[in-house]
């Protein structure tokens, strides 16, 4: 039996590319004063209608939506902000202003299959309450770009749009539909249905037949008034004193209708079609929309698989995951006593990695298994050590005699002459 289809097993050769990933955001995330949330990954299908949109591409065909036994609809969270939206109305997080919040964990698209694209794929989603200003904005980005530099990726470039608000949109929808209109014989089946639901999809369209047609329509930008206009000078201000380089790009919209004002993505030319690792905006509606208090928001989802694909990509070096000891029994009483070591070891020595192997067979089995472990030394018990109260020791990697030490000098002897090594 296979697994289903765009729905993959993370195996224990690539668990660590993930776990650096994790790692790294969480140290990072705390450090900049975020808090974890864990919401449901099962929501009301109602939430996802009136937060995504009704006529987007998730909405119409990408959801996975079921009826429960009380025919409630329920729906496999596709992405995760209108969860944390929803949680954070329902416990009352946003009577304190700047809120900062995060989660990590599977999202569920039915969608066709590609690299870095599948049905069941992993975010990290950030966000903050209650600032309206540019200052979240520039945290954001800043957050990010320097959770990159931990990871140790490079060459992700960043691109910057501003949407503005529910008015502006709507100027800039009625300029939209008129250009397209004035073009429709260029319009591919996607665009011409999107230019009755939702005209701004129009301008993330990946059709290469398209992108000429695009380039030429009307700007958002040109739709701003003084306060957006002054709103993304601030932001961009900020991000040119911390250094920050970006790329204005007025096509960018994103994939979801609660967004308004500044929109990013990070990017990359390295893993294909599926070029944005990261991306997020302001969604300053969607709070009230979804009955709650009036609240200024912004956010940023991260796509792992994508990052984990650019670590691999980069040849990221990742921090060693190999065990420091393997503890090899042989023989009745040394197999039982095996375990009594290897606990005491832990305690005196927290850090140290140890692996016990249990699998049945000769040392010189069990010394083939250590070396492929990676083990930098073998600790051996015969029932010969067991009843002097000895255990073996072999070094895996150079070349020196093997030693005996005793029980209760082990700690001590591991300590010096593996985790300073």
């Not at 224990?12 to 990933?21: D, K, L, T």
């Not at 249990?358 to 492929?372: I, Q």
Request: charged letters at 25%.
């Amino acid at each position: 039996m296979l697994a289903i289809r765009g729905m993959n097993d993370i195996l224990p050769e690539n668990i660590r590319a993930w776990q650096h990933v994790e790692h790294h955001a969480c140290a990072l995330l705390g450090a900049y004063g975020y808090e974890e949330m864990r919401p449901p990954m099962v929501e009301r299908t109602e939430l996802f209608r009136r937060s995504i949109g009704e006529v987007t591409d998730i909405v119409e065909k990408e959801m996975y939506t079921f009826d429960d036994r009380n025919g409630e609809s329920l729906t496999l969270r596709p992405e995760c902000t209108a969860s944390l939206v929803r949680a954070a109305i329902q416990h009352g997080l946003l009577r304190t202003p700047g809120r900062r919040v995060w989660t990590m964990g599977p999202m569920f698209r039915y969608e066709r299959p590609q690299k870095g694209r599948y049905r069941q794929f992993h975010q990290i989603d950030v966000e903050i309450f209650g600032v309206g200003g540019p200052s979240a904005e520039a945290e954001l980005i800043l957050l990010s770009r320097r959770l990159w530099t931990a990871l140790g990726i490079s060459g992700l470039a960043l691109e910057l749009n501003s949407l503005g608000s529910r008015a502006i949109q709507a100027r800039y929808r009625t300029r939209l539909v008129e250009y397209f209109s004035a073009h429709a014989s260029m319009l591919d089946a996607d665009s011409a249905r999107r230019m009755e639901t939702n005209p701004l999809r129009i301008l993330d369209s990946k059709n290469p037949s398209m992108q000429a047609l695009i380039e030429e329509a009307p700007r958002i930008t040109d739709q701003h008034d003084a306060q957006a206009r002054a709103h993304l000078d601030q932001l961009l201000a900020m991000l040119d004193e911390a250094g920050v380089a970006y790329r204005l790009n007025p096509r960018l919209v994103r994939g979801l209708d609660y967004y308004t004002g500044t929109v990013f993505e990070w990017t990359t030319s390295e893993l294909g079609a599926q070029d944005a690792v990261c991306g997020g905006g302001r969604y300053d509606n969607l709070v009230s929309e979804i009955g709650g208090p009036a609240c200024p928001a912004i956010g940023f989802a991260i796509g792992l698989e994508r990052l984990v694909a650019l670590l691999e990509t980069q040849s990221v070096e990742l921090p060693a995951a190999v065990p420091h000891a393997w503890l090899a029994s042989n023989g009745d009483r040394a197999s039982i006593l095996a375990h009594a070591v290897a606990e005491s070891l832990r305690d005196a020595v927290p850090e140290l990695r140890l692996v016990v192997d249990a699998v049945p067979g000769s040392f010189k089995a069990k010394l083939k298994r250590a070396d492929r472990s990676g083990a930098r030394i073998a600790l051996l018990i015969g029932d010969e050590e067991a009843r002097s109260g000895t255990i073996a020791v072999k070094d895996l990697r150079a070349r020196v005699p093997q030693s005996m030490v005793s029980i209760d000098d082990l700690a001590g002897h591991v300590a010096r002459n593996v985790l300073t090594q």
